[in-house]
């Protein structure tokens, strides 16, 4: 069973949100502020952060800080009354992988959640997710598991990627040797209904290319970009 660690202040819509959550058959964990939920995130992690900004205590951008300090793979979902442009860009550049502006229909976030969780654990359940064989993608010097999204270097020495940063690589590798635009990472990695700049595709490519410096991963001025096959 997936597990949702859910901070939403609104007591009312904190119900109604972890009621339908339950009813998808996920285990849900709720918190009504910041400081309850910084508690909870040096222990046994979620599959994913439902996360407002607007929080008393601490808010969800300190929130999200604190998470990526700890655990850098885990998606994050903001929720926020606060519809920008800016806060968008924001939320993204600091490692969440949705935002969803208030006021919402509780079924599109449902909708939102079940499509993260199928693209950062590949519609496994959590058993699966340890049971099944290891698919793995040999990058040398980097090996890439497509279920745990774990990347390791030769060495052994783990690659720590954020949900977006992992959704990346795999799209990479999957088309390798192959041209990519931006319109075409934008649709697989934030999806179609994506609103917002697309300078979000150069700043994750930048990280990545950070992490994985041996990643050949061409920019093609004009065209797009391209990762050199092994």
Same mark, same amino acid.
């Given at each position: 069973m997936y597990t949702i660690h859910l901070v939403e202040d609104e007591v009312s819509l904190n119900q109604l949100i972890c009621s339908y959550l339950r009813r998808e058959g996920w285990n849900v964990v709720s918190f009504?502020?910041?400081? #309850?939920? =910084?508690?909870? =995130?040096? $222990? #046994?992690?979620?599959? /994913?952060w439902i996360l407002d900004i607007m929080l008393p205590g601490l808010?969800?951008? $300190? /929130? =999200?800080? #604190? =998470?990526?300090?700890v655990h850098e793979s885990i998606p994050v979902i903001f929720i926020s009354a606060r519809d920008s442009d800016l806060d968008r860009i924001n939320g993204l550049e600091l490692g969440s992988d949705d935002y969803l502006a208030k006021p919402f229909q509780t079924r599109e976030l449902i909708i939102r959640v079940r499509k993260l969780m199928e693209r950062v654990y590949g519609g496994a359940r959590p058993a699966q997710l340890m049971d099944s064989p290891l698919e793995q993608v040999d990058y040398p010097p980097y090996t890439i598991n497509r279920h745990s999204r774990m990347v390791t270097e030769r060495s052994g020495q783990e690659v720590e990627l954020t949900a977006k940063e992992s959704d990346l690589l795999l799209y990479f590798v999957t088309h390798a040797g192959q041209v990519v635009q931006r319109e075409g990472i934008l649709n697989e990695v934030w999806g179609r209904d994506y609103f917002g700049s697309d300078r979000v595709v150069d700043d994750l490519i930048w990280r990545l290319r950070k992490k994985m410096p041996a990643l050949r991963l061409e920019t093609l001025y004009g065209l797009g970009y391209r990762l050199v096959k092994r």
């Open positions: 009504t502020d910041g400081g #309850e939920a =910084i508690a909870a =995130i040096g $222990q #046994e992690p979620p599959h /994913l808010d969800g951008y $300190q /929130l =999200i800080r #604190e =998470i990526r300090s």
